[in-house]
């Protein structure tokens, strides 16, 4: 028969104190990692924008918040009819009026191409532009005689008539933008892939 030893009650808080301190520490741990893994996904992978203008209507209405990859941009190409997301550049304030950091807009011009308008057709490289996306006419202000610089994009949002694009402020620099929108998060009802 074996005989148990009669416990020390000093030991008993002790253990408890550093069993605490561990839990505490390994949750800390916890934490700090999902916040710099959410961090890093934030900086280079993904990131959520809020639509606070009407000028991607139908496609994307006043509140709508998007998904949009950083990667696809970084590492894939970018192509007519994309919907990107990018830093406003320094005119949007003296010719829109608007104090933003960031933009979202529809490519409709790639770099080397040459851009005009005739009534409400938008031309690219002398062909007609087709657009099958929704989008609000009549074009409002003409496009003019523009050719796309390399490494260079030119930006409308679908609600043409009323939108300050790079009809407006010219075109985007490639290193402007910040990704792609991709998917529509909110709300829910319009939930869904662009």
């Known amino acids: 028969m074996t005989l148990l030893e009669p416990l020390d009650v000093d030991e008993v808080p002790v253990k408890k104190t550093r069993s605490r301190s561990r839990s505490l520490i ?18 280079y992978v993904f990131q959520t924008f ?9 496609t994307l209405q006043v509140g709508d918040r ?18 990107l997301v990018f830093k406003a550049p320094a005119a949007v304030l003296n010719q829109c009026g608007d104090d933003v950091s960031d933009l979202v807009k529809r490519v409709i011009g790639l770099p080397g191409d040459h851009l005009t308008s005739v009534g409400n057709v938008i031309k690219v490289n002398g062909v007609a532009l087709k657009q099958p996306w929704t989008h ?49 998060i909110w709300p829910i009802g319009r939930f869904g892939f662009l």
Request: with cysteine.
């Open 26 to 43: 390994e949750w800390l741990v916890v934490v700090a990692i999902a916040v710099l893994v959410s961090l890093l996904i934030r900086t």
């Open 136 to 184: 609000d006419e009549p074009l409002g202000r003409p496009i003019g005689n523009v050719t796309v610089p390399k490494n260079e994009y030119f930006m409308m949002g679908d609600n043409e008539p009323a939108s300050c694009d790079s009809r407006y402020w010219g075109d985007v620099p490639r290193s402007s933008i910040i990704g792609k929108a991709f998917l529509r």
């Open 66 to 83: 998007i998904l949009v990859s950083k990667l696809s941009v970084e590492l894939g190409s970018i192509h007519r009819g994309d919907i």
């Open 50 to 58: 809020f639509i606070p203008s009407g000028s991607m209507e139908p």
